[in-house]
């Protein structure tokens, strides 16, 4: 059996004692769950990407990322178990004389080769030139853009919601390089609302939704982000440890705890109009908090519990 067809995740109420209006029900998917240390929405947009590869015979994947990147890990993971190789294109050629950050080991770990090249090459990873000087060199190899995210990568994020889930009024989402919204915006009904929320601001995100779907039930909010991608306050860790307290979830420092932090203040500043039955798509990532509270640390900041 396929490690893919193992994927299933739950739907979670939780109870949230700052949100005291009894007529909102908030129910959390726990896409976080499907592996314990590699991101769910990953191995999403893995699936139909792997079958791609397999179906024309490659026996390796390439792809591209940052020495923090969940997607490398989860295709380093998916590659072992799938018995493909595994390449990664890392951001950042100074890497390659210092140790590896625990990311960049536990995809070694798996077996993952990695070439380190400049941030002026890594900037070409979508041009069509770049993309067939790799493709020459590595005949055998098939190609997955960074985050996943293209047509099959969409296609398996369209299986995060199920047909109960047209229970709620409202999705809400986080959002990177965007594919995972994509899939759940095709999937989702017209009636229903579709929010993302951007860990980067300005990304030109809504040029990349735009591209997979024609549907328009769905807006970005990108302008909360705790000053850019990946940075964080006090702010935000005492709001991350204070869900942890009221509902046993561990959100990750990146996508989905400044996304449940946008939500709650847009329902407490009565700036909600989107219904009350509202479902959070957990995404996962824990494993970057280890290493942000090893930042908070060296700053002197409260940690993340977990
Ligand atoms: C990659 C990632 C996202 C963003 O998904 P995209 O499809 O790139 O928009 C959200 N949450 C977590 C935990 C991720 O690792």
Redesign the pocket.
């Known amino acids: 059996m396929s490690f893919f067809e193992k994927i299933k995740s739950v739907n979670q109420q939780i109870i949230l004692p700052i949100l005291n209006d009894g007529d909102f029900k908030i129910y959390i998917k726990r896409e ?1 769950q499907i592996h314990p240390i590699v ?4 191995f999403r ?1 893995l699936k139909y990407n792997v079958k791609e590869a397999k179906d024309s015979n490659k026996d390796s994947l390439i792809t591209f990322g940052g020495a923090y ?3 490398l890990l ?1 295709t380093a993971y998916v590659g072992k178990k799938e018995n493909l190789k595994t390449l990664a294109f890392v951001r950042g050629e100074e890497l390659k004389n210092i140790n590896y950050n625990s990311t960049l080991q536990k995809c070694n770990d798996f077996g993952m080769k990695f070439i380190f090249i400049s941030r002026d090459d890594y900037r070409k990873r979508n041009e069509i030139d770049y993309i067939n000087s790799i493709k020459n060199e590595f005949k055998d190899s098939y190609i997955i853009p ?4 293209n047509e099959f ?1 969409v296609l398996g ?1 369209e299986e995060i919601l199920s047909i109960d889930d047209s229970f709620f009024d409202v999705i809400c ?11 759940i915006i095709k999937s989702s009904n017209d009636s229903q609302k579709v929010l ?1 929320f ?2 980067l601001k300005g990304s030109g ?1 809504n040029n990349v939704i735009t591209k997979f779907t024609e549907k328009e039930n769905w807006k970005i909010f990108d302008d909360d982000i705790f000053g850019g991608y990946a940075k964080i306050d006090s702010r935000l860790v005492d709001f991350m440890n204070e869900f942890f307290k009221n509902t046993g979830i561990v959100l ?1 420092p ?3 705890s400044k996304m449940v932090f946008k939500i709650t203040k847009l329902i407490k500043s009565d700036q909600w109009e989107f219904g009350k039955k509202i479902l959070l798509i ?5 494993q ?1 908090v280890k290493e942000m509270n090893i930042k908070l640390k060296n700053k002197g900041c409260d940690i993340i519990k977990y």
Do not use: M, Q
């Not at 991101?39 to 990953?42: C, E, I, P, Q, T």
């Not at 960074?146 to 995210?149: A, K, S, Y």
């Open positions: 976080d991101s769910g929405n990953k947009k990147s969940n997607h989860a960074e985050g996943g995210t990568g994020c989402c986080p959002v990177g390089s965007g594919g995972t919204i994509a899939g993302g951007s860990a995100i990750d990146i996508y989905n957990n995404t996962g990532g824990l970057s």
